[in-house]
């Protein structure tokens, strides 16, 4: 029944992240938000809503290790399994693509979250510097896209539908916002138990189950992307996933307590974080490399191995 609950939890969470997302954004472009607007905010928050739940859930159930598991797990699982699979189904075409200043920020985002992890347990304070650091960027960002909207057409943003109703918009906003609290408590408890009948820390379950678990929404997409010829941003999106996580989950998860950091994530996982983001630099800087086959069974080989070896380690 416990594998059944944590199934039902986290199916749960996806239905009502998809759910919240829609309702956000068709209620923003009803009230006359601009698109650009919603796809630097809405969706955003709305994709990362679970990530989210799950975290401040975990912080409240005493079992910050799944919410820093979680965290850490979903950054190198959207790497090497969000980006090995599609490229196996079909070449990324990520010389194309501009993503250079992402990717350094995310570095530093990266780089900065792993210092902080080594001074000590996760507090309110470096949550607020978390915070501060996402407000900077997003600002960035934004400022870079308004100043490139003339030149760019527009793109549609996910959930958007003109014809929507207010009475269905209500419906979604009311199901996402039921549904998340209440997949994420489902999810993290029995993950707990899991964990417990296992023998094994919860911080293991967020690297592994809870990890993958909330990045299927991530690796769905990708994937069907691929499948249609269409998974060039891949990379882009990845790396702005990877840095909403360190920034904004720890950062308002550390609100309703702290976090420690247990020494395995200070000998191995967060490095292996680093590393996995690292290991994308060639095409990132590159304009003649592509994700191909040969480096999508690569990248996804590496997620295994590392899969095997945090069970082996961590339990």
Same mark, same amino acid.
């Given at each position: 029944?416990?594998?059944?609950?944590?199934?039902?939890?986290?199916?749960?969470?996806?239905?009502?992240?998809?759910?919240?997302?829609?309702?956000?954004?068709?209620?923003?472009?009803?009230?006359?938000?601009?698109?650009?607007?919603?796809?630097?905010?809405?969706?955003?928050?709305?994709?990362?809503?679970?990530?989210?739940?799950?975290?401040?859930?975990?912080?409240?159930?005493?079992?910050?290790?799944?919410?820093?598991?979680?965290?850490?797990?979903?950054?190198?699982?959207?790497?090497?399994?969000?980006?090995?699979?599609?490229?196996?189904?079909?070449?990324?075409?990520?010389?194309?693509?501009?993503?250079?200043?992402?990717?350094?920020?995310?570095?530093?985002?990266?780089?900065?979250? @792993?210092?902080?992890?080594?001074?000590?347990? *996760?507090?309110? #304070?470096? +949550?607020?510097?978390?915070?501060? &650091? /996402? !407000?900077? =960027?997003?600002?960035?960002?934004?400022?870079?896209?308004?100043?490139?909207?003339?030149?760019?057409?527009?793109?549609?943003?996910?959930?958007?539908?003109?014809?929507?109703?207010?009475?269905?918009?209500?419906?979604?906003?009311?199901?996402?916002?039921?549904?998340?609290?209440?997949?994420?408590?489902?999810?993290?408890?029995?993950?707990?138990?899991?964990?417990?009948?296992?023998?094994?820390?919860?911080?293991?379950?967020?690297?592994?189950?809870?990890?993958?678990?909330?990045?299927?929404?991530?690796?769905?997409?990708?994937?069907?992307?691929? @499948?249609?010829?269409?998974?060039?941003?891949? *990379?882009?999106? #990845?790396? +702005?996933?990877?840095?909403?996580? &360190? /920034? !904004?989950? =720890?950062?308002?998860?550390?609100?309703?307590?702290?976090?420690?950091?247990?020494?395995?994530?200070?000998?191995?996982?967060?490095?292996?974080?680093?590393?996995?983001?690292?290991?994308?630099?060639?095409?990132?800087?590159?304009?003649?490399?592509?994700?191909?086959?040969?480096?999508?069974?690569?990248?996804?080989?590496?997620?295994?191995?590392?899969?095997?070896?945090?069970?082996?380690?961590?339990?």
């Amino acid at each position: 029944m416990v594998w059944l609950t944590a199934a039902l939890g986290l199916v749960i969470l996806l239905f009502a992240g998809d759910f919240l997302v829609r309702g956000a954004v068709n209620s923003a472009l009803r009230l006359g938000v601009p698109a650009l607007i919603v796809s630097l905010t809405v969706v955003a928050f709305g994709t990362s809503a679970p990530e989210l739940l799950i975290s401040i859930d975990a912080v409240l159930n005493d079992a910050p290790g799944l919410a820093l598991g979680n965290v850490v797990g979903s950054n190198t699982a959207n790497i090497l399994l969000v980006l090995g699979v599609p490229a196996i189904i079909s070449r990324l075409h990520t010389s194309t693509f501009d993503t250079r200043k992402s990717y350094v920020t995310m570095l530093a985002a990266t780089l900065v979250f @792993i210092a902080a992890c080594f001074l000590g347990p *996760l507090t309110w #304070v470096h +949550g607020i510097i978390f915070l501060v &650091l /996402l !407000a900077f =960027i997003l600002g960035d960002q934004a400022r870079s896209a308004l100043a490139h909207r003339r030149s760019a057409k527009e793109e549609d943003v996910e959930g958007a539908d003109p014809s929507m109703r207010w009475r269905k918009i209500s419906l979604y906003l009311a199901l996402g916002l039921i549904g998340l609290p209440l997949g994420a408590d489902l999810l993290v408890k029995s993950s707990l138990e899991i964990a417990q009948r296992f023998g094994v820390s919860d911080s293991v379950i967020g690297l592994t189950l809870v990890a993958i678990g909330t990045s299927l929404p991530e690796l769905a997409t990708t994937v069907m992307a691929a @499948i249609r010829k269409q998974a060039d941003v891949a *990379l882009g999106n #990845v790396i +702005g996933s990877n840095m909403f996580n &360190l /920034l !904004a989950i =720890i950062g308002v998860a550390t609100l309703f307590g702290d976090i420690p950091v247990q020494a395995d994530f200070l000998r191995f996982d967060l490095w292996i974080m680093l590393g996995a983001s690292v290991i994308i630099a060639p095409f990132v800087f590159s304009k003649k490399l592509d994700l191909t086959r040969r480096w999508g069974f690569l990248l996804s080989a590496l997620y295994i191995s590392y899969i095997t070896i945090v069970v082996m380690a961590h339990g």
